[in-house]
C-alpha cells in the first residue's frame, strides 16, 4: 500500500484548483481515517521529498491549502511531516511551500503560508534566497503555469 504521503500527494493533484473546501475534506479526510496509527508517516523518497503542502501549492488549490493548515495546527508533530511544513525543503529542487506559492503566483498561498502563526520559523532574507525567488518567477513551474 502507498505511504500516507503519497496519497495525499496523488490526491492534492488530482483536485481541480477551484475545488470547494466541502470536496477537498472528503477526498482529504478519507486518506487520514484510512490511516493506521502504527504508520510511518514521513516519506521523504516519496516524490523527491515533495510535500503535500507544496502540491497545494504549485497548483493554487486554495481549498486544499486550508485543509493541511487547519490539519497542521490540530496533530501532533508526527503527522505534520506527512504534509509538510512551510520551511521543509525537497530533496530535489531545495524549494520550500512558499517558493511553490511563489514560483506559481499564489497569492493566497503566499499570504497564508507567510503569516501563519503555526510556524514561527522564518526563511532567512539572504542573497541566496532573494536569486531563488527571482529565478523562480522567470521561469514557469512544474507544471508549465507561466510566472506572468
Known sequence: MP????????????????APPDVCADALDAIFTSCSSSETFNDESCDGG???????????????LEYLRQQI???ATKEVSVWGRVT????????????????????TGLDVLEY????????????NNLQRYMALLEQPNENGIPQS
Not at 525537497?90 to 511563489?102: M, Y
Not at 501563519?116 to 542573497?127: G, M, R, W
Open 73 to 75: 495546527q490540530n496533530q
Open 88 to 107: 521543509d525543503k525537497s530533496s530535489e529542487s531545495g524549494n520550500c511551500a512558499l517558493h511553490h506559492a511563489l514560483a506559481a503566483n499564489f497569492q
Open 116 to 127: 501563519d502563526a503555526f510556524n514561527a520559523k522564518a526563511l532567512s532574507p539572504d542573497q
Open 3 to 18: 505511504s500516507t504521503r503519497k496519497l495525499l500527494l496523488d490526491a492534492i493533484a488530482s483536485l481541480d484548483a477551484a
Open 50 to 64: 515533495v510535500t503535500p503542502l507544496m502540491i497545494a501549492c504549485d497548483k493554487s488549490i486554495t481549498s486544499a
